[in-house]
């Protein structure tokens, strides 16, 4: 398979998600636009440890490494979220700064 498709996704994956975190108001929704472009980068680790067939899958064990702290980002995000929810009743970033 050539490089071009999975580095085609990961951009496709990395703007959509760019987009949902810069256009999104919902706190929610942006750290699923963060989950997307972390997604995109273990896919470009993936295809390039493929792509360069390296003896030692250096970046298998770097996508996996990354999909622990993001596995800790998300659930951190979440329970932030969650405390913002309860205390303002609201999820938007735009009135919380108010």
């Known amino acids: 398979m050539p490089l071009l498709y999975p580095l085609v996704l990961a951009s496709a994956l990395f703007g959509i ?9 919902n706190a929610v929704l942006m750290l699923l636009g ?6 995109a980068v273990n896919l470009n680790l993936v295809a390039f440890d493929a792509w ?4 030692l899958h250096s970046g298998q064990v770097l996508t996996l490494f990354t999909i622990t702290i993001a596995a800790a980002e998300i659930g951190l995000g979440l329970a932030i ?11 938007d970033v ?5």
């Open 94 to 98: 735009d009135e919380v700064g108010r």
């Open 81 to 91: 979220v969650l405390a913002l929810f309860r205390a303002l009743r609201t999820v």
């Open 17 to 25: 998600g760019l987009y949902g975190v810069l256009a999104r108001r």
């Open 52 to 55: 360069f067939a390296d003896a």
């Open 34 to 39: 963060v989950e997307l472009m972390l997604n």
